[in-house]
């Protein structure tokens, strides 16, 4: 069973369009994440849920919005796409210990790579 | 500003010891991970430090200095599985992990 599964693995669209990647956990973690890794390899957060709310939303455009429908899901749908909107999204969860002293391991998925034409 | 850096590539042959180190300035800390990433596939967490020195775990140890702002991560016996990208990343709080720019190490015969 996959902790975290994000569908589509590949996704090759034209400039304009608009599309949506998908994200579940199974962990029973209460916080998700999206990250971007681009052709350099650098990975940025973009978003945090916890618990179906908004914690952590980085400088990133708005044609981006993240949909939390309830603590094991976490969407990502983009707008307008752009040439440099190409790159890996990561989803991410991780169960995070409040006055604990204990990692807050991310649990990755296995990444959806989008390519801009 | 968060700022982490790392070495971009290394290169090192089979069998022998490898250290890439991490040194890193976030505005908080909440613990240092170090992350495998092999080509093409998610990052696997590896180890995790949140007081200063040395945490062993087979083949991987990883260092902190909280005062130094200073991390390395330790491959022995090297194997060419270990060819991959290793990633350190700060947990800031607040759910908010900043990753470094990740080290190629390639390991030869």
């Known amino acids: 069973d996959t902790a975290v599964s994000q569908t589509p693995k590949y996704l090759v669209t034209q400039m304009g369009n608009d599309k949506s990647i998908k994200c579940e956990q199974n962990?029973?973690?209460?916080?998700m994440y999206w990250y971007k890794q681009d052709s350099k390899k650098f990975l940025k957060i973009m978003f945090s849920?916890?618990?179906?709310?908004?914690?952590i939303n980085e400088t990133v455009p708005n044609r981006f919005s993240p949909k939390s429908p309830d603590k094991a899901h976490l969407n990502l749908h983009i707008n307008s796409l752009e040439l440099g909107d190409s790159a890996v999204y990561f989803c991410?969860?991780?169960?995070?210990?409040?006055?604990?002293?204990?990692?807050?391991?991310?649990?990755f998925g296995a990444g959806s790579r989008l390519t801009v034409l | 500003g968060q700022n982490i850096d790392q070495p971009t590539e290394m290169t090192a042959t089979e069998g022998a010891i490898v250290q890439i180190n991490c040194t890193y300035q976030?505005?908080?800390?909440?613990?240092l991970f170090w992350y495998q990433q092999h080509a093409g596939e998610a990052p696997t967490f590896l180890s995790y430090?949140?007081?200063?020195g040395l945490e062993e775990k087979g083949r991987f140890s990883s260092f902190l200095s909280r005062s130094k702002g200073y991390s390395y991560l330790l491959l022995k016996e090297l194997q060419m599985k270990d060819s991959a990208s290793y990633l350190c990343a700060v947990d800031n709080y607040g759910q908010n992990f900043v990753f470094g720019p990740g080290t190629r190490l390639s390991v030869l015969p």
């Open positions: 976030t505005s908080g800390f909440n613990g």
């Open positions: 849920y916890n618990n179906k709310e908004l914690i």
């Open positions: 962990l029973g973690h209460d916080t």
């Open positions: 430090n949140v007081l200063d």
């Open positions: 991410a969860s991780s169960q995070v210990r409040q006055g604990v002293s204990g990692a807050n391991v991310l649990t």
